[in-house]
T-cell receptor, first 117, second 110 residues
Framework: GAVVSQHPSRVICKSGTSVKIECRSLDFQATTMFWYRQFPKQSLMLMATSNEGSKATYEQGVEKDKFLINHASLTLSTLTVTSAHPEDSSFYIC?????????????FGPGTRLTVL | RKEVEQDPGPFNVPEGATVAFNCTYSNSASQSFFWYRQDCRKEPKLLMSVYSSGNEDGRFTAQLNRASQYISLLIRDSKLSDSATYLCVVTGGSNYKLTFGKGTLLTVNP
């Protein structure tokens, strides 16, 4: 159990276009999901916390108007990279917080590799 | 000072070797501690949680020293399949936000 999927796994787009990445918890409901970004040879960096039914909480330095997050259901959060540029090329990973009381593990999706030309 | 600092690595060891990873964290309010492993171009996967009393899972032993804000991971009898990047991760407060170290790359050679 506790499987998280992401779609697409890889996307290549032209500069200036928008890209939507989906994160789904397949066998549990997740009120809280997280979006991370990882540049080559760097740490995973938390971008934002996505809460079902409310606005996302963004980390310092992350532009909320550029990285749009929607968590409309208990099993789906989406990240839209608007007007993508080459510097947005990265590995984007989501995670879902385990819903069981007293259990604080995050389950990670397989990641989405974004390349902006 | 970075929030989570790890040995820069990389580590190259022969099969069967014992290898130790070190990690320090800056936030004394951190509450939970983990080691994750990440294979190349994949998502991180939880290896083990780390408790103050120390804990062991097969060939893996994790230690936490809250006074020194130091975490360690020991791998005994290393296998080829242990080759990966090992990430030290801490969390604090009630929001479950994870802070990742940069990771230490381990390569186990035949």
């Amino acid at each position: 159990g506790a499987v998280v999927s992401q779609h697409p796994s890889r996307v290549i787009c032209k500069s200036g276009t928008s890209v939507k990445i989906e994160c789904r918890s397949l066998d549990f409901q997740a009120t809280t999901m997280f979006w991370y970004r990882q540049f080559p040879k760097q740490s995973l960096m938390l971008m934002a916390t996505s809460n079902e039914g409310s606005k996302a909480t963004y980390e310092q330095g992350v532009e909320k108007d550029k990285f749009l997050i929607n968590h409309a259901s208990l099993t789906l959060s989406t990240l839209t990279v608007t007007s993508a540029h080459p510097e947005d090329s990265s590995f984007y990973i989501c995670s879902a917080l385990a819903p069981w009381e007293g259990y604080n593990e995050q389950f990670f999706g397989p990641g989405t590799r974004l390349t902006v030309l | 000072r970075k929030e989570v600092e790890q040995d820069p690595g990389p580590f190259n060891v022969p099969e069967g070797a014992t290898v130790a990873f070190n990690c320090t964290y800056s936030n004394s309010a951190s509450q939970s501690f983990f080691w994750y492993r990440q294979d190349c171009r994949k998502e991180p996967k939880l290896l083990m949680s780390v408790y103050s009393s120390g804990n062991e899972d097969g060939r893996f032993t994790a230690q936490l020293n809250r006074a020194s804000q130091y975490i360690s991971l020991l791998i005994r009898d290393s296998k080829l399949s242990d080759s990966a990047t090992y990430l030290c991760v801490v969390t604090g407060g009630s929001n479950y936000k994870l802070t990742f170290g940069k990771g230490t790359l381990l390569t186990v050679n035949p």
